[in-house]
């Protein structure tokens, strides 16, 4: 393993609480992405980014925000404004030329709301 | 607009019988279809995609694009196999992907 880290595994948040999850890879990898893990629901796209200081929403960006200021890091802010916060985040990364679209992930953080 | 289908939450085979988990997808234009897998506390991997027309574990997807179908099939199942299986979909060029809900593989000895 390696190449994609996320910290931390687990975090816990009070309800009205913004919170930043990790991410960081050493892949050289041009784009990144976070996604959403629910039961029975699959992964689903909240943001992603295909080079630095430029990110794109996915299908469920509200109530999330990111930051792409570095080609290795692209940390997501839970806000307040997120409803249902509680899940397992996965972040990826993947280069944007040759191999295109395989996407690598990190070992992902679970987030639980108190 | 792209939508992954996978039809069955979970699959229940013993050890040594047939395997299908079923995929199907719908896409306007030339789809790259993958198969991720997600063993039990490890990160989710690819296994397989269909532009390398690959056997990986012994694991085998064919586009159909007539039935719109990329169904992954083994013919021998293992329990290593257990675990949770995605098919995901992208258009040519760079596009993000999108996956279906997941089929969760138990097999039994």
């Known amino acids: 393993d390696g190449g994609i880290t996320q910290s931390p595994k687990y975090l816990f948040r009070k309800e009205g609480q913004n919170v930043t999850l990790s991410c960081e890879q050493n892949?050289?990898?041009?784009?990144m992405y976070w996604y959403r893990q629910d039961p029975g629901q699959g992964l689903r796209l909240i943001y992603y980014?295909?080079?630095?200081?430029?990110?794109q929403k996915g299908d469920i960006a509200e109530g999330y925000s990111v930051s792409r200021e570095k080609k290795e890091s692209f940390p997501l802010t839970v806000t307040s404004a997120q409803k249902n916060p509680t899940a397992f985040y996965l972040c990826?990364?993947?280069?944007?030329?040759?191999?295109?679209?395989?996407?690598?992930f990190g070992p992902g953080t679970r987030l639980t709301v108190l | 607009a792209q939508r992954v289908t996978q039809p069955e939450k979970l699959l229940s085979v013993f050890k040594g019988a047939p395997v299908e988990l079923k995929c199907n997808y719908s896409?306007?234009?030339?789809?790259?279809l993958f198969w991720y897998v997600q063993y039990s506390r490890q990160r989710l991997q690819l296994l397989l995609r269909?532009?390398s027309r690959e056997s990986i574990k012994g694991f085998t997807a064919d586009l159909n694009k007539g039935e719109t179908s990329f169904h992954l099939k083994k013919p021998f199942a293992q329990e290593e196999d257990s675990a949770m299986y995605y098919c995901?979909?992208?258009?040519?060029?760079?596009?993000?992907?999108?996956f279906g809900t997941g089929t969760r593989l138990l097999v039994s000895p």
């Open positions: 269909h532009i």
């Open positions: 995901a979909l992208s258009g040519t060029g760079f596009q993000k992907l999108v």
């Open positions: 980014s295909q080079i630095v200081n430029d990110f």
């Open positions: 892949l050289n990898h041009d784009a």
């Open positions: 990826a990364s993947s280069p944007t030329s040759g191999t295109l679209n395989e996407q690598f």
């Open positions: 896409y306007s234009g030339s789809p790259e």
